[in-house]
């Protein structure tokens, strides 16, 4: 599906359809992210969003007006419709994130084990990383990375085929559904090889205060950080990211790639500080650090752990 003026007007005829499906789905919520989209009197999302949609699940209840399964196919019905895309600079990547409790957990995997199947028998070329959360309860994330909004007009799979594969095979077993995009902020990054397989990664999350003055002030602190690490000869690889489409505040995180827990026991206090200080002085250090206290709230800091076992990775 084409971005412009093609894509607002599908969405302008797909307005009714859209408000009746809302309304039909309850509690699952649509945010429709597009600066022009004539969808916007209906959601809440920023003037200044790329092009997303986020579609939440809670859990369901006993008193549930459909089960996972078929609040999915629903999703996969309408996903082809309301994923118009844009050209914009920057690495994009989408994630879904899914839930489910501890007594499906089997059953969920053998769900997300025959859906990668699936993909392989699409001869799909796009890698999907399958990463569980060591946190809380059972999380996974599909995550396909290194796109530009263009891929997502000509995807690889057919969208509604995909969701509604993972729908039959695993819906009676997720509790929640999340489908979140983000943008690399590359300039301010020193990522991984394309092609390299991260077996674990931190993600440290935060709300951030997107204003044109925040932004540039977080921008020069983030480049300060990595020009300290490369001229230091740091080998740490991590990406800065902005997640695009939420209709809560804006929200960004770096992705910190680890090879193991034992990392984190090599650290010591203030090792950012320190770095700092030794490439700029103790004074510029301190600034760089009340920026980012400033204009960052931090949310999370979390484990995602890849299992290859359920990660689809035609050609690694």
């Not at 797909?14 to 809302?22: A, G, N």
Request: aromatic fraction near 10%; glycine fraction near 8%; proline fraction near 7%.
């Amino acid at each position: 599906m084409s971005g412009g003026s093609s894509s607002i007007g599908v969405l302008a005829g797909m307005e009714s359809l859209m408000k009746t499906f809302f309304n039909f789905l309850g509690r699952v919520q649509f945010v429709v992210a597009h600066p022009k989209s004539p969808l916007l009197p209906y959601f809440t999302c920023p003037e200044d969003s790329g092009i997303t949609v986020l579609c939440r699940y809670p859990p369901p209840t006993e008193d549930s007006a459909m089960n996972i399964q078929t609040r999915l196919a629903l999703v996969c019905a309408l996903f082809g419709f309301v994923l118009p895309v844009q050209a914009q600079e920057g690495d994009v990547a989408m994630g879904y994130f899914v839930t489910t409790d501890l007594a499906n957990v089997m059953q969920l995997e053998e769900g997300i084990r025959d859906h990668v199947g699936w993909h392989a028998e699409q001869n799909d070329p796009w890698p999907g990383f399958i990463y569980q959360a060591m946190h809380g309860g059972p999380e996974y994330v599909w995550v396909s990375s290194n796109h530009t909004w263009t891929d997502f007009d000509t995807p690889t799979v057919d969208p509604q085929a995909d969701m509604a594969d993972f729908a039959e095979r695993a819906g009676d077993h997720v509790t929640s559904l999340d489908v979140r995009t983000w943008v690399m902020w590359r300039d301010l990054s020193i990522p991984p090889a394309p092609d390299a397989v991260v077996p674990m990664w931190q993600v440290i999350e935060w709300d951030f205060k997107n204003t044109s003055e925040g932004t540039e002030a977080l921008r020069a602190a983030f480049g300060k950080v990595k020009a300290a690490f490369e001229q230091q000869g740091e080998s740490l690889r991590y990406t800065v990211n902005e997640v695009v489409g939420l209709d809560a505040a804006p929200q960004m995180f770096v992705a910190i790639a680890r090879e193991s827990m034992g990392e984190m026991d090599q650290g010591e206090p203030n090792a950012l500080e320190r770095m700092l200080a030794g490439a700029y002085g103790h004074a510029d250090a301190v600034h760089i650090m009340r920026t980012f206290e400033k204009y960052l709230t931090p949310t999370a800091n979390r484990f995602w752990v890849l299992r290859q076992d359920l990660s689809h990775m035609p050609g690694m």
